[in-house]
């Protein structure tokens, strides 16, 4: 394909050094899941992203949920309070349903696409690239 994408995958431990990472942060996606002790974590991230990299584009995916108002509850709090807090506009990237599937893939380590390409996470996953990819292309970064 005449487009491509390169997503590297940071553990929060790298946020604190997030100035050492500002090209890296340019253009955040966090995958978050609707609990309250996972929703902190991600507002830390999302402060030390916002901190260190001022015009950084952040977008979120809500995953491991049960239905869409559950996601949409999920974003909407991150949302909002990145907005007024920090001053930040958060991009949704859709979200992927608790999924066994999901589950199993993460627990062996095998990309859901290959595990069970015919799972609904599968899919989702796919329209969530789907997303980045169009977003990268308009932003001129594909």
Known sequence: RDRALALAA????C???AADAEAL???T??????HEAEAREAWTALEAIATHSRDARI???????????????????????AGQRLGCTLVSY????DDVHLSRSIVTGRPIALASAHATSARALADVAAMLLG???GAGDA
């Open 135 to 137: 977003d990268a292309h």
């Open 94 to 97: 859709g979200l992927l349903v």
């Open 25 to 27: 942060l340019r253009w």
């Open 59 to 81: 977008g979120v995916t809500v995953f491991g949920v049960r239905s869409i108002a559950e996601a949409r509850d999920c974003f909407d709090r991150l949302a909002t309070a």
């Open 15 to 17: 946020l604190s050094k």
């Open 10 to 13: 940071l553990p929060a431990a």
């Open 29 to 34: 996606l966090l995958l978050v899941r609707p």
